[in-house]
């Protein structure tokens, strides 16, 4: 049980496009979904915290007119890049958890801005 | 906010051998302490978590240990094997509702043959 879709797992877009990410928790309600940027040999960095129905959390530093997140039910969440450039070329994954721990990932999205 | 750090950033050991892999937190009201486990490409893996009314907690060749006076928890493998190479993350939460991990910067692990 608890597995986190995440769809796609690679995408390569130009610059100045925009690119939508979906989250999607497969066997059970996600009350909280969780969004994680990851570059190469780093660590997970959070970017935004979404809850059902609410607007989503971002950290310190995150732009959220530029990453747009969606949290429509409690089973998806979606996150768009917007006017996607070079710099946002990364590993971003997406957890959810329902009211126990713990936190499940998606298997992640490559994404490359070219 | 919570920080966590962790070392090594990278460790080389033997097949057969131990490894240990140590992290530290600043927040005291952390309450919950999961090891995730990420190869190359792919999604981090839950390997095993402790919670602080626990000391230690034990998992085949897996065990983590919580020094809540300290604050610091680590991470044990024993007798490791090849397979076990991979990029270990720790991370900290307050758990409830307002859940939200803080992760060290991670640990390379390299089991030679």
């Known amino acids: 049980g608890a597995v986190v879709s995440q769809h796609p797992s690679r995408v390569i877009c130009k610059s100045g496009t925009s690119v939508k990410i979906e989250c999607r928790s497969l066997d059970f309600q996600a009350t909280t979904m969780f969004w994680y940027r990851q570059f190469p040999k780093k660590s997970l960095m959070l970017m935004a915290t979404s809850n059902e129905g609410s607007k989503a959390t971002y950290e310190q530093g995150v732009e959220k007119d530029k990453f747009l997140i969606n949290h429509a039910s409690l089973t998806l969440s979606t996150l768009t890049v917007t006017s996607a450039h070079p710099e946002d070329s990364s590993f971003y994954i997406c957890?959810?958890?329902?009211?126990?721990?713990?936190?499940?990932f998606g298997n992640g999205t490559r994404l490359t801005v070219t | 906010g919570e920080n966590v750090e962790q070392h090594p950033s990278t460790l080389s050991v033997q097949e057969g051998d131990s490894a240990v892999i140590k992290c530290t937190y600043s927040d005291s009201a952390s309450n919950y302490f999961p090891w995730y486990k990420q190869e190359l490409g792919k999604r981090p893996q839950l390997i095993i978590d402790?919670?602080?009314?626990?000391g230690e907690k034990k998992d085949q060749r897996i065990a983590v240990t919580l020094n809540k006076t300290a604050k610091h928890f680590s991470l044990h493998i024993t007798e490791t094997q090849p397979e076990d190479s991979a990029v270990y993350f720790c991370a900290a939460s307050q758990g409830g509702s307002n859940y939200k991990l803080t992760f060290g910067k991670g640990t390379l692990l390299t089991v030679n043959p």
């Open positions: 402790i919670r602080s009314n626990v």
């Open positions: 957890s959810a958890r329902d009211h126990r721990e713990p936190l499940h």
